[in-house]
């Protein structure tokens, strides 16, 4: 890597993607990627400006008040595919390995699988993931912690920026429902097929970030 110096993660990055830089979108399209979310009761930093004249700068009547705690949150899993995608798992407490296999593995990953054959399940080398999937289905290894090529991490996005704030956990879990099945398809094959682009822009920055960890437009 013309001799700098680069972290661990950027080179297993870079090396992952000289091994499928020849990929093109029919070889993404049999890939199913899944992740989890979290989302939170009120989905932005809740900031409001008003303008006020200088004598009215302690009117309560022209002041938001706002929670600056941390705010409920809940997790959700989902996987999607060029074609389709699963339902949207809401995640009550904490993602065990155990729980992943009891709610998430064995009821939707299997089932989904079996129903789409030919396709490859993603997961990342998180232990979480890893329990059992690798035994059940066929797979493709991503390195963990790596949103950059990362197709539904977009997905989780175009949902933030649909919800409104909610009342409550149980208001948040059916605006995520309402949600996820209105996402077009067409927006998550748009997401497949920058694929390749990903994969170009990650060997030209070494394994490091690229735009896409931070943005995408569809």
Same mark, same amino acid.
């Given at each position: /890597? ?34 989890? !979310?979290?989302?939170?009761? !009120? &989905? ?19 002041? @938001? ?12 899993? !989902? ?9 949207? @798992? ?5 993602? +065990? &390995? ?6 998430? =593995?064995?009821?939707?990953? %299997? ?23 690798? +035994? ?7 390195? $963990?912690?790596? &949103? ?6 977009? @997905?989780?996005?175009? /949902?933030?920026? $649909?919800?409104?704030?909610?009342? *409550? @956990?149980?208001? %948040?879990?059916?605006? %995520?429902?309402?949600?996820?099945? *209105? ?11 920058? /694929? &390749? ?7 030209? $920055? ?8 931070? !943005?995408?437009? =569809?």
């Amino acid at each position: /890597m013309n001799g700098c110096r680069y972290s661990a993660f950027d080179l297993c990055n870079w090396q992952w993607c000289r091994a499928h830089s020849h990929w093109d979108v029919t070889d993404w399209s049999r890939i199913v990627f899944s992740d989890e !979310s979290r989302f939170e009761l !009120s &989905p932005d930093d809740q900031r409001r400006r008003v303008w006020r004249r200088p004598e009215q700068w302690c009117d309560t009547n022209l002041t @938001v008040f706002r929670q600056t705690g941390r705010q409920p949150e809940m997790m959700v899993w !989902s996987a999607i595919s060029f074609h389709s995608r699963t339902p949207l @798992v809401v995640i009550r407490r904490n993602l +065990t &390995p155990q729980r992943y296999i009891d709610e998430v =593995l064995r009821p939707v990953v %299997l089932p989904f699988m079996s129903r789409h054959s030919g396709l490859t399940f993603q997961q990342d080398n998180a232990r979480l993931h890893t329990a059992h999937v690798s +035994t059940a289905c066929r797979t493709l290894p991503w390195p $963990a912690r790596w &949103p950059d090529l990362f197709p539904i991490e977009h @997905v989780w996005s175009i /949902m933030g920026r $649909a919800l409104q704030p909610a009342r *409550d @956990v149980d208001d %948040l879990t059916c605006q %995520l429902d309402r949600i996820w099945p *209105d996402i077009p398809q067409e927006d998550i094959r748009n997401l497949y097929q920058s /694929m &390749p682009s990903r994969i170009t822009a990650c060997i030209r $920055a070494r394994g490091g970030q690229t735009r896409y960890c931070f !943005s995408f437009t =569809l």
